[in-house]
């Protein structure tokens, strides 16, 4: 009984206990970190104007125009928006991480008699500067003041290359102004060779209507289209000869629409980079040389490897012409053991009869999967003239074909496909395969098993 009073009178004191250290826990404890002041009281958006004076030497001003910037000293150009927001918000939220000296007697020890990095800025028409000095010993911070004040304190170290901002890295370094959505043409001339390609319906084609490689030329036109100054080497050029574009190592002419932009790109600068100009505009600046590496591709490196569009899932006729004779097969419509539709191969020429259709899909894949492995024009040795075999799909319900011959000349095959300029080179096995595959579609199915005979009764 005195065992069960204790444990009572221990419950009734250790309840509240435990709510009051429960409740205790969720208060939040007192912070031992000082609040930083902020350096200004500004909002990033209300900022309208800027100056900046990079350690380079560079004096940039920026004036607000709508929602975007414009460089209008040195010249007026379009701006890094990264860049500019960058500063614009860093300004609204820099903060004081230290105050070294409210009245420094020699702000050399600072590096602030003559500062290495400028910030002017204007807001609702009041105009404040933030001057950057010296690194501190540790390299965690830097030096800072407010330009009218004499109070010295530190700031983060990563400002300083927010701050510390030349032209160049306050302009947009696009090194065409092109919306890459809209490009439909693209005209590259590079050497001897010029080449024009065109988005018709949402497909590319090469100069002479051959097919061009959508993901190739896709990924050439984003390269162009988005080329980025790596430098700028001269404001204003009037000589061109000293860049290689006078006479330029490649010209691309960018449609987009009613719109167009011209690139020229010279000769080999630093560092894996090339010479180049916007025809429109009036500097020279670098780029990457592997644009150049692009534009100066054998235009064959952009067509269509592929000889068919047809595939045997979608394919419903094949026409084969061979040794003066025609072989066809087409998709029936009909009925399976349970009644149901069903889509069947069949050999309609030259005469109707029943075949194996996985030996028909069989064939059909060993057609499509035909690739070029280069491309040759007009007058070279193909054996053309006499095919070995033509072969004709029709695919998409019939709305489509592909027709591409194929011949051997010497050890080398080579296809053509209507409405393709010049002649494919392939492996010459692949005809020697789809020769195969014919032979064996052809062939009658085979004939089901016998039933089995029943037992004889004794």
Do not use: C
Not at 45 to 71: P, V
Not at 120 to 147: C, H, M, N, R, W
Not at 304 to 317: E, I, V
Not at 348 to 377: H, L
Request: no cysteine; hydrophobic share 35%; charged share 30%.
């Amino acid at each position: 009984m005195r065992r069960g009073l204790s444990f009572l009178i221990l419950l009734v004191v250790a309840v509240p206990l435990g709510w009051f250290a429960y409740y205790d826990s969720k208060k939040e404890a007192p912070s031992d970190i000082p609040k930083k002041d902020k350096v200004f009281t500004v909002e990033a958006d209300k900022i309208d104007e800027l100056t900046i004076k990079s350690e380079s030497g560079d004096h940039t001003m920026l004036k607000k125009n709508g929602a975007s910037w414009e460089i209008v000293q040195p010249a007026g150009t379009r701006t890094d928006d990264s860049a500019v927001s960058g500063i614009t918000s860093n300004l609204a939220s820099v903060e004081m991480q230290r105050v070294i000296e409210e009245s420094p007697s020699d702000l050399k020890d600072f590096g602030l008699a003559e500062p290495r990095v400028e910030v002017t800025f204007k807001a609702a028409g009041k105009e404040q500067k933030l001057q950057i000095g010296a690194k501190t010993p540790t390299g965690s911070d830097v030096y800072a003041k407010i330009g009218d004040q004499k109070k010295v304190f530190l700031i983060s170290s990563y400002l300083d290359s927010t701050f510390n901002k030349s032209t160049f890295d306050l302009r947009d370094k696009a090194a065409l102004k092109v919306e890459r959505d809209k490009i439909d043409v693209l005209e590259v001339t590079a050497g001897p060779k010029s080449t024009t390609f065109e988005k018709k319906n949402g497909e590319w084609q090469l100069s002479g209507g051959a097919r061009g490689d959508s993901g190739a030329i896709e990924g050439l036109v984003g390269k162009v289209a988005g080329a980025q100054m790596k430098a700028m080497t001269a404001p204003e050029a009037t000589d061109l000869k000293q860049y290689g574009l006078d006479k330029p190592a490649a010209t691309v002419r960018i449609g987009s629409g009613s719109s167009q932009a011209t690139l020229l790109v010279g000769s080999a600068a630093a560092e894996g980079t090339v010479y180049a100009k916007d025809l429109s505009r009036p500097p020279v600046f670098t780029i990457e040389s592997g644009v150049l590496d692009d534009l100066k591709k054998d235009p064959s490196d952009y067509r269509q490897k592929d000889l068919f569009d047809a595939r045997s899932f979608n394919s419903t006729r094949v026409e084969i012409v061979r040794g003066g004779q025609t072989i066809a097969f087409a998709k029936a419509t009909v009925k399976d053991k349970d009644g149901k539709d069903e889509q069947k191969w069949r050999q309609v020429a030259p005469a109707e009869k029943d075949v194996d259709g996985a030996k028909v899909d069989s064939f059909i894949s060993a057609v499509t999967a035909a690739r070029a492995t280069s491309f040759v024009d007009s007058t070279a040795k193909t054996g053309l003239d006499k095919p070995e075999l033509t072969v004709a799909i029709k695919y998409d319900e019939g709305k489509k074909e592909d027709r591409v011959a194929f011949a051997k000349s010497g050890s080398d095959g080579y296809a053509s496909r209507v409405g393709s300029p010049g002649a494919a080179k392939i492996d010459a096995t692949t005809i020697d395969s789809i020769v195969k595959a014919l032979d064996e579609a052809q062939a009658p199915p085979p004939k089901p098993a016998e039933a089995a005979k029943a037992p004889e009764k004794k």
